[in-house]
């Protein structure tokens, strides 16, 4: 699907809301020095739109980690006028209001993108009004270093957009996904053996925090790991336990918000699987709460975020049995 | 030079292991390599380079530096270095190889000198092995290194069902010494064949003629001042992988970990992308990406050749090419600047 008809009507469609003046930034990717290294980008004519903006299959990254950013600099710049405006009637009444800034930004997401951008305006990190969210279709993204289609992709969860404005191409659905096949594998181990899994994996970290940095479930203001009292700072980790501390707190932190999107393995340059860890987060979540899916839709309470008076007590293995026996929730 | 039958490699690398640490890039579960030690059944890697860079064996990630115990009120001042083993480094690359002399420069030839990073330098071997299929993302000619000639204690190729070998320094003629029973002499016909071969592909990749003509100390501020870092720096995560996998990234911060009867202190390899590199009591000189993302190309490209005879602090191994989450790299930045008409000094 994300050949080249589809990148010109991406691109015509883009130039044509550019300057109709319905948005004035668009969020995509940009051709690099060869196939397959594209790197995020922002776009803001039609112009670097022609020779620069491509979608293909190299276009993994999901691009609505930005939006937190870029939307917030759109409500600064609304937020001085306004400022300046009530400024200017405390010195005369009459002042005439200048008008605030409108801008708006395009971003193409994939289905599994919808997800992202779906969690990030529920927990409010967006501002949904700055956005026009196009969805766009995917077939499934190469993983640049094997030339292939990624693991991420093999086992998709769905096809379906859950939050757009526009769509180009067609709406697909909620795929039935072999993506906790490889968790299962590793609960079967026994505990030494999981253990020496995750070491080796573990092992080869270099804290270049690339899966935080990538992950849109982490937009916190100021990270834990940004704190040198936090005893976890951004640098290199001092031994194997801060180390293996490092990705337990952040997979804790973003459980029951983890959409699954892959970004975290995607980045890692080490190649660690980090999305087994977030996904044996939401398979035990949708064990012990029922069903559920973070980004798939604005409404459902997160089961993280609610409590019921049945709710098993995930914190210990014996809770989990006891659940089982009440048959799940 | 001296040659080995490439079947013999194992019996080799018992010799060398029988006397103290040998390392060798090994491939590993994820399907790339790291440098790995050798022990018995440990086979070779034949990628082209390992994910992090050789700079490890004498600026590991972390470091302990020394060690405050208290007693009551007086505190013991602990040195916790322990007689380092010699160690051999064996299939180091060119551009990883070349890197040594551009950290050397920084810790060990000039004041004050790191002895810390001088102890692993005078401990550790290195024998190189030159490269014979280059990637498409190698740049190492771009700044005069050969891959087919490199540097380091023992040089040496693998060509035509042996291994080559030429000691370049007096550490290499000890380890050569070390190994001679196992090795005869040979001319070094095949492997100038090999090189010529190996030039003439590095010489078709793509970035070994970028101009770097702009990347000097007279342009500095222009260069500081130009516009192009916004773009370039717009979706720059702030992660510290490029800096991480650099072998010329030689940055590090010092901290101190309470044991409880006293002090750690330790050192770690920290990166001019993170938020809080600059971070100092007063303020954070550098607060948005683009001022880190800035920092790490000036350093690369002009402030460290300004202070050492205009060599550019970047080996072209292409590691930051292959690791970038966004794929951002010193190659699209040099091109951008290049293609970049020039602005006035200290205007924007």
């Given at each position: 699907m994300q050949d080249g008809k589809i990148t010109n009507q991406l691109l015509s469609r883009s130039k044509e809301l550019l300057s109709g003046g319905k948005v004035q930034i668009i969020i995509g990717w940009r051709k690099?020095?060869?196939?397959?290294?594209?790197?995020p980008s922002l776009f803001t004519t039609a112009e670097d739109l022609?020779?620069?903006?491509?979608?293909?299959?190299?276009?993994?990254?999901?691009?609505?980690?930005?939006?937190?950013?870029?939307?917030?600099?759109?409500?600064?710049?609304?937020?001085?006028?306004?400022?300046?405006?009530?400024?200017?009637?405390?010195?005369?009444?009459?002042?005439?209001?200048?008008p605030e800034p409108q801008t708006k930004i395009l971003v193409f997401l994939k289905p599994c993108d919808t997800y992202s951008f779906t969690e990030l305006l529920k927990e409010h990190r967006i501002n949904r009004e700055d956005?026009?969210?196009?969805?766009?279709?995917?077939?499934?993204?190469?993983?640049?270093?094997?030339?292939?289609?990624?693991?991420?992709?093999?086992?998709?969860?769905?096809?379906?957009?859950?939050?757009?404005?526009?769509?180009?191409?067609?709406?697909?659905?909620?795929?039935?996904?072999?993506?906790?096949?490889?968790?299962?594998?590793?609960?079967?181990?026994?505990?030494?053996?999981?253990?020496?899994?995750w070491q080796?994996?573990?092992?080869?970290?270099?804290?270049?925090?690339?899966?935080?940095?990538?992950?849109?479930?982490?937009t916190c203001e100021h990270c834990i790991f940004d704190n040198p009292n936090s005893g976890a700072s951004q640098k290199v980790a001092a031994d194997d336990f801060e180390e293996s501390m490092y990705h337990i707190i952040r997979a804790w932190h973003v459980a029951g918000r983890c959409t699954d999107c892959g970004e975290c393995s995607r980045v890692c340059p080490q190649n660690i699987p980090l999305h087994l860890l977030n996904r044996k987060f939401i398979k035990d979540i949708n064990e012990l709460y029922g069903p559920y899916t973070a980004g798939s839709d604005m409404e459902t309470k997160?089961?993280?975020?609610?409590?019921?008076?049945?709710?098993?007590?995930?914190?210990?293995?014996?809770?989990?049995?006891?659940?089982?026996?009440?048959g799940g929730r | 030079m001296y040659t080995l039958p490439l079947s013999q490699l194992d019996t080799l690398f018992e010799t060398i292991g029988a006397n103290g640490p040998l390392y060798i890039p090994v491939d590993n579960t994820s399907g790339k390599a790291d440098f790995k030690r050798w022990e018995k059944g440990v086979?070779?890697?034949?990628?082209?380079?390992?994910?992090?860079?050789?700079?490890?064996?004498?600026?590991?990630?972390?470091?302990?530096?020394?060690?405050?115990?208290?007693?009551?009120?007086?505190?013991?001042?602990?040195?916790?270095?322990?007689?380092?083993?010699?160690?051999?480094v064996f299939g180091v690359r060119a551009c990883d190889a070349a890197s040594f002399a551009i950290v050397d420069d920084v810790y060990i030839n000039q004041k004050p000198v790191d002895t810390y990073y001088k102890n692993r330098r005078e401990h550790g071997t290195v024998v190189t092995l030159a490269c014979t299929e280059p990637a498409q993302t190698c740049f190492c000619e771009l700044y005069d290194i050969d891959a087919s000639d490199p540097k380091g204690d023992v040089s040496a190729w693998i060509t035509d069902g042996s291994v080559y070998f030429r000691s370049n320094t007096d550490k290499g003629s000890r380890?050569?010494?070390?190994?001679?029973?196992?090795?005869?002499?040979?001319?070094?016909?095949?492997?100038?064949?090999?090189?010529?071969?190996?030039?003439?592909?590095?010489?078709?990749?793509?970035?070994?003629?970028?101009?770097?003509?702009?990347?000097?100390?007279?342009?500095?501020?222009?260069?500081?001042?130009?516009?192009?870092?916004?773009?370039?720096?717009?979706?720059?995560?702030?992660?510290?992988?490029?800096?991480?996998?650099?072998?010329?990234?030689?940055?590090?911060?010092?901290?101190?970990?309470?044991?409880?009867?006293?002090?750690?202190?330790?050192?770690c390899w920290d990166s001019c992308m993170y938020s809080d590199f600059t971070k100092m009591a007063a303020a954070n000189p550098r607060l948005t990406q683009k001022e880190r993302f800035r920092?790490?190309?000036?350093?690369?490209?002009?402030?460290?050749?300004?202070?050492?005879?205009?060599?550019k602090s970047c080996v072209g191994c292409g590691r930051c090419l292959e690791s970038c989450p966004i794929h951002m790299n010193i190659v699209k930045v040099i091109k951008t600047i290049n293609e970049t008409p020039d602005q006035p000094e200290g205007g924007r």
């Amino acid at each position: 699907m994300q050949d080249g008809k589809i990148t010109n009507q991406l691109l015509s469609r883009s130039k044509e809301l550019l300057s109709g003046g319905k948005v004035q930034i668009i969020i995509g990717w940009r051709k690099g020095l060869f196939d397959y290294d594209v790197t995020p980008s922002l776009f803001t004519t039609a112009e670097d739109l022609e020779n620069n903006f491509v979608y293909d299959e190299w276009c993994g990254a999901n691009l609505s980690k930005y939006l937190v950013k870029e939307t917030r600099k759109i409500e600064t710049a609304k937020d001085t006028v306004r400022m300046n405006n009530r400024m200017a009637k405390t010195k005369n009444p009459d002042a005439k209001d200048a008008p605030e800034p409108q801008t708006k930004i395009l971003v193409f997401l994939k289905p599994c993108d919808t997800y992202s951008f779906t969690e990030l305006l529920k927990e409010h990190r967006i501002n949904r009004e700055d956005v026009y969210a196009v969805g766009i279709p995917c077939d499934g993204m190469k993983d640049p270093a094997k030339k292939e289609i990624s693991e991420r992709c093999t086992v998709c969860k769905s096809k379906k957009h859950v939050t757009y404005d526009e769509l180009i191409g067609e709406d697909g659905g909620v795929q039935d996904s072999k993506r906790f096949d490889m968790v299962e594998k590793i609960e079967g181990m026994t505990p030494d053996e999981r253990f020496a899994f995750w070491q080796g994996e573990l092992s080869r970290c270099i804290r270049c925090n690339a899966c935080r940095d990538i992950c849109p479930a982490c937009t916190c203001e100021h990270c834990i790991f940004d704190n040198p009292n936090s005893g976890a700072s951004q640098k290199v980790a001092a031994d194997d336990f801060e180390e293996s501390m490092y990705h337990i707190i952040r997979a804790w932190h973003v459980a029951g918000r983890c959409t699954d999107c892959g970004e975290c393995s995607r980045v890692c340059p080490q190649n660690i699987p980090l999305h087994l860890l977030n996904r044996k987060f939401i398979k035990d979540i949708n064990e012990l709460y029922g069903p559920y899916t973070a980004g798939s839709d604005m409404e459902t309470k997160p089961p993280m975020l609610t409590w019921t008076k049945n709710d098993a007590e995930p914190n210990v293995v014996y809770a989990r049995d006891k659940a089982d026996a009440q048959g799940g929730r | 030079m001296y040659t080995l039958p490439l079947s013999q490699l194992d019996t080799l690398f018992e010799t060398i292991g029988a006397n103290g640490p040998l390392y060798i890039p090994v491939d590993n579960t994820s399907g790339k390599a790291d440098f790995k030690r050798w022990e018995k059944g440990v086979r070779m890697s034949s990628a082209l380079k390992t994910v992090r860079s050789a700079k490890d064996f004498f600026f590991p990630k972390t470091e302990n530096l020394v060690n405050f115990r208290m007693n009551g009120k007086k505190i013991e001042v602990e040195d916790p270095r322990k007689e380092l083993e010699d160690f051999v480094v064996f299939g180091v690359r060119a551009c990883d190889a070349a890197s040594f002399a551009i950290v050397d420069d920084v810790y060990i030839n000039q004041k004050p000198v790191d002895t810390y990073y001088k102890n692993r330098r005078e401990h550790g071997t290195v024998v190189t092995l030159a490269c014979t299929e280059p990637a498409q993302t190698c740049f190492c000619e771009l700044y005069d290194i050969d891959a087919s000639d490199p540097k380091g204690d023992v040089s040496a190729w693998i060509t035509d069902g042996s291994v080559y070998f030429r000691s370049n320094t007096d550490k290499g003629s000890r380890l050569i010494d070390g190994i001679k029973i196992l090795l005869k002499e040979n001319d070094a016909k095949t492997v100038e064949t090999q090189q010529s071969e190996t030039r003439e592909k590095v010489s078709k990749l793509p970035f070994v003629n970028l101009d770097l003509s702009k990347y000097s100390g007279d342009k500095m501020l222009a260069l500081f001042n130009s516009k192009v870092w916004d773009n370039l720096s717009e979706t720059c995560l702030g992660c510290g992988t490029c800096t991480y996998v650099c072998p010329t990234c030689m940055c590090f911060d010092v901290r101190s970990f309470d044991t409880g009867d006293g002090i750690k202190q330790f050192r770690c390899w920290d990166s001019c992308m993170y938020s809080d590199f600059t971070k100092m009591a007063a303020a954070n000189p550098r607060l948005t990406q683009k001022e880190r993302f800035r920092q790490r190309f000036m350093h690369k490209l002009v402030y460290y050749p300004m202070e050492h005879n205009g060599v550019k602090s970047c080996v072209g191994c292409g590691r930051c090419l292959e690791s970038c989450p966004i794929h951002m790299n010193i190659v699209k930045v040099i091109k951008t600047i290049n293609e970049t008409p020039d602005q006035p000094e200290g205007g924007r």
